[in-house]
């Protein structure tokens, strides 16, 4: 493509812009875990690959360094993928498409992938660079992070030798990350039945959200294009004597939805013309995070038969009543979420025509365990009383704050250094894979830092260009620093 032809450091956004070609969204990193195995063996260097698809590639020291103690640098390569409603795009089989927009790069009409790619591209860098001063290096690149973390989980860590470990993660220029939230996925599965009903079908369609990380977004206060939803059906049946067909949306449990749809009939199609009107009108005054909210209605067909009355009003009240968002912000840490829930998606597992199942699914975080398995267990008494089941998945661990960090301060020194500046330390409540490494490799110093990306998981997503020159910068000082 070369669109980031030219950009520094180059390295850096050549690789970039090679990961960018081949799609590698959640379970579908085959291509680019096997494209990250060439590369290591073009270059001579010692290469592992796992049946997950994880990659580790191992960069023996530089002259000078031998004697060093060896870093670990990790992220994961697998993206969420998301797009815009109007984009065609088959993300898993289609690269992405670049634009560079004076200071930043995008991906039109869909997410960039730089969470992680940038991760990505700066661990080649330094596995291609033969100039740089560096101890051994074990790059870590890991699978499915998006929708579990489930490459770190199941990876064997016995070739890595590194009891420093930098993970390149994170997204904010300027904080160095040194703890992060637990948390699992939940998964609540719905029957209903489907009955004749009489009426015009409508399609009802939310869209223009903000959405963004379940975690880190999830204090900016945008609303849930799922809760939404739900909130309109609820009026359109009490209302307009409506029927549930289909509702669904969501991409991902760690995404906030932007987007939802509704099929329903209604023998009342101008009380439902006008309740739509009316809250359209209060979901636009309301949403004032959301600027580009809107609501589209328009009439349709449909050969699938509606949900009986009692399913439809279980799925909207189940829709509505669950709880969603900050259920509880950390005591001494300002702005810092401590439990939190998120429903990321809403679809049918059933076939058309025939009694099926709806499914909910859902991110629960927090930094206190007992708290993550009470809201687990308060989603599971609700589905129960609504005479559904839930299932938990991808169950994932917290990364608590260690008092002593020599590499902490090592980089925080060296970032003192460069701008004058002192660098932010910060816990995030949202998941890093440092949880599951810090529990395999006993005295593990683990960080987390990254450069600026921003609106991750939409297709706002971007880079900026001179924060990556920037914390490149800072890596590479970084690793000259540790002689030893």
Request: proline letters at 4%; glycine letters at 10%.
């Given at each position: 493509m070369n669109v980031l032809k030219g950009l520094q450091p180059e390295g850096i956004f050549g690789f970039f812009e090679d990961i960018c070609g081949i799609p590698h969204g959640s379970g579908n990193t085959t291509q680019l875990s096997n494209w990250l195995v060439s590369f290591a063996k073009e270059r001579g260097l010692e290469v592992i690959q796992d049946d997950l698809e994880n990659v580790i590639i191992i960069k023996e020291a530089s002259p000078g360094y031998e004697n060093a103690a060896p870093v670990i640098l990790q992220g994961h390569m697998d993206m969420v993928c998301n797009q815009t409603d109007d984009c065609t795009k088959d993300m898993a089989k289609e690269g992405l498409d670049l634009v560079v927009d004076g200071d930043t790069i995008y991906a039109e009409g869909t997410t960039l992938g730089g969470d992680d790619g940038i991760a990505v591209a700066f661990m080649l860098a330094i596995l291609d660079d033969d100039s740089l001063q560096h101890p051994r290096v074990e790059a870590v690149f890991t699978t499915d992070e998006e929708t579990g973390l489930y490459g770190a989980e199941g990876i064997d860590v016995s070739p890595l030798k590194g009891r420093r470990f930098i993970n390149l993660d994170s997204e904010d220029e300027g904080i160095l990350t040194v703890g992060c939230a637990g948390g699992v996925e939940a998964i609540a599965d719905l029957p209903v039945t489907r009955e004749a009903f009489s009426g015009q079908a409508f399609e009802i369609r939310l869209s223009g959200f903000l959405g963004g990380h379940s975690g880190t977004d999830i204090i900016k206060g945008q609303e849930n294009a799922l809760k939404s939803l739900g909130r309109l059906l609820f009026e359109l049946q009490e209302g307009a004597d409506a029927r549930i067909v289909t509702m669904e949306g969501g991409v991902a449990d760690n995404v906030i939805p932007v987007s939802s749809r509704a099929v329903i009939v209604s023998p009342r199609g101008d009380?439902?013309?006008?309740?739509?009107?009316?809250y359209r009108a209060v979901f636009a005054h309301e949403y004032k995070a959301d600027p580009d909210f809107r609501m589209?209605?328009?009439?349709?067909?449909?050969?699938?038969?509606?949900l009986d009355e009692a399913s439809g009003k279980r799925a909207v009240a189940y829709l509505i009543g669950t709880p969603n968002g900050i259920e509880k912000m950390t005591f001494g840490i300002e702005g810092l979420p401590q439990t939190s829930l998120s429903m990321g998606v809403l679809r049918s597992n059933g076939e058309p025509m025939k009694d099926e199942t709806l499914e909910y699914t859902f991110c629960i975080r927090s930094a206190v365990d007992s708290e993550c398995e009470m809201l687990a267990r308060r989603l599971e008494c609700?589905?129960?009383v609504m005479g559904g089941t839930m299932r938990r998945e991808g169950p994932y661990p917290g990364w608590e704050y260690a008092a002593v960090s020599p590499l902490r301060d090592l980089i925080c020194q060296t970032y003192k250094?460069?701008?004058?500046?002192?660098?932010?330390?910060?816990?995030?409540?949202?998941?890093?894979?440092?949880?599951?490494?810090?529990?395999?490799?006993?005295?593990?110093?683990?960080?987390?830092?990254?450069p600026d990306v921003q609106d991750v998981h939409t297709p706002n997503e971007y880079v900026s260009i001179s924060s990556v020159k920037r914390t490149w910068d800072l890596v590479r000082e970084v690793l000259a620093r540790m002689k030893q």
């Open positions: 009380e439902v013309r006008s309740l739509c009107e009316k589209d209605l328009e009439e349709t067909e449909t050969d699938l038969l509606p609700m589905t129960a250094d460069q701008t004058g500046k002192d660098m932010v330390i910060e816990a995030i409540h949202a998941g890093l894979e440092c949880g599951y490494f810090a529990g395999k490799i006993p005295g593990l110093d683990c960080v987390s830092i990254g």
